[in-house]
């Protein structure tokens, strides 16, 4: 366990019902999209999320940007049932993490890197790809291209 990861649990057990800090002047939290309160985002999450979408969405995440206290990542969990998050430097090769290639293509899903480069291709709203897995990188823009390249 990280410790970032101990000092949350550390948090989160002296933590009231609201998510502020009990005995403290800390700013109240809420612990469903893990924002300050006064900031939630929970009225504008979609109705019955999590959706459980026909498209897969695969996020390669920075390990800085995992650490953000206001990441993609929490709301993405909250609002998508179809996926697959991977926090790491690089995209790996098959033969380095086989179980999240197997993940991608599961059910018989291609592949579709959505990413700004010389060769895109722009993928237009008619588009017919069947099942896809849309696979994003998150990141600020030298850590995504490194992180691609």
């Known amino acids: 366990m ?4 101990e000092a949350t649990d550390a948090w989160e057990a002296d933590c009231d019902s609201e998510g502020s800090a009990a005995g403290t002047d800390r700013r109240p939290w809420c612990k469903s999209c893990e924002r300050p309160s006064r900031i939630c985002l929970c ?4 109705p ?10 695969a ?8 650490k953000r206290a206001l990441g993609t990542a929490p709301l993405l969990q909250l609002c998508l049932q179809n996926l697959v998050l991977r926090v790491g430097y690089s995209f790996p090769e098959p033969e380095e993490d086989p179980e999240l290639h197997s993940r991608l293509v599961e059910g018989g899903y291609s592949c579709v890197l959505m990413c700004p480069g010389p060769g ?13 897995t849309m696979i994003l990188v998150d990141g600020r823009w ?8």
């Open 59 to 66: 996020v390669l995440i920075h390990p800085k940007e995992a």
């Open 120 to 132: 895109a291709v722009e993928l237009l709203p008619d588009a017919q790809l069947g099942l896809t």
């Open 142 to 149: 030298p850590q995504a291209k490194a992180m691609v390249s």
């Open 43 to 46: 009225n504008s999450l979609p």
């Open 48 to 57: 019955g999320a999590p959706l459980n979408t026909k498209t897969r969405v």
């Open 2 to 5: 990280s410790a970032i990861d």
